[in-house]
């Protein structure tokens, strides 16, 4: 297994620049050289946002892979809802070559209560308003996902479990955009598995999500990149299951977030930047208030948006996650 995992992660691409798609092999010292021409760059690059005096501060002492995803989903625990407001980009590339950029206001709302209670799935809203009046959305609930360019006045809609042979891709994933925030529990079970690597003299540990497909074989679907001495998540990649990127997502800017009751407080990202490499999207998110108290009624809040007047198109709705929302 761990071979396996090693030769899965080898054909991940240059976090640095996340268009190389090169096979490196599954030979042990060409492991070897993936590390030095890929992972060690990119370490120093997150590396060299930090200041000075953070990074020349000793190394807290190894932890082990189940202190390290345990430590994460106390975090997800804490983070049952969250409110993001603050100022969006977002552009994007239809099928047609169309470029659409949106500047506006935001707010998201994560609802996760109900999945860390077994009984549904994660709840997304991230919706753009442009002086006063929605431009676009995107959000998840029971029953679909969707995102909408009122502007355009199209809106793309998938639901899962549903095998569509015309249904097209999405531009942006709402479902991805939720895994690349890392607030969600990392589970281990039948078809998924978490492992990570990291060493005593790294500033980062590399925790890697892998799958179980149907026929057997495995392939890491995610990657989260750990501070050790912040223990914030850096980085987080997703592939596919060619070992393809589909998009990364940079979190930084980690401010406090105080909790009532005098408890420790919760560590929000502040910026937050999405790219998809291949579908030429991207969302860069600056967040000015964060609290977790979503302020509206689930029901209300992550309803299924109204439809009208929209040109409708069908999105294929696989996700390579058995930890989708």
Known sequence: ???????????????????????????????????????????????????????????????????????????????????????????????????????????????????????????????????????????????????????????????????????????????QVLQMLAVGELRQTAAQSVVMTGFPRDRYNRLFVVERLPNGSRFVQRELVVDRLTGNVAQVAMFNADGISEARSSLSDYRPLELRGGTQPVMVPMHIDLVYPAGKAELHLVVSKATLQLKVPAKYAFASPDFSGLRIVAVRSVLNSVDSP
Not at 13 to 38: E, L, Q
Not at 106 to 128: H, I, N
Request: proline content about 6%; hydrophobic content about 40%.
């Open 1 to 175: 297994m761990k071979e396996a995992i090693m030769h899965t992660a080898a054909h991940q691409p240059d976090k640095a620049s996340f268009d190389r798609t090169g096979s490196i092999g599954r030979i042990a010292w060409r492991w070897k050289m993936f590390t030095a021409a890929v992972v060690f760059p990119a370490i120093a690059a997150i590396a060299g946002c930090q200041s000075a005096q953070q990074s020349a501060a000793p190394l807290p002492p190894p932890i082990s892979a189940v202190q390290q995803i345990s430590q994460l989903n106390r975090r997800a625990l804490r983070l049952a809802t969250l409110r993001l407001v603050g100022s969006l980009k977002l552009d994007y590339t239809d099928r047609l070559g169309n470029r659409h950029e949106f500047q506006t206001h935001f707010v998201m709302m994560v609802d996760q209560q109900a999945r860390q209670e077994g009984t549904g799935p994660v709840s997304l809203l991230l919706s753009g308003t442009y002086l006063g009046e929605n431009v676009f959305e995107m959000g998840i609930n029971n029953r679909m996902y969707w995102l909408v360019n009122r502007r355009n006045k199209i809106a793309y809609v998938g639901h899962p479990g549903r095998s569509d042979p015309h249904a097209r891709a999405i531009p942006i994933d709402p479902r």
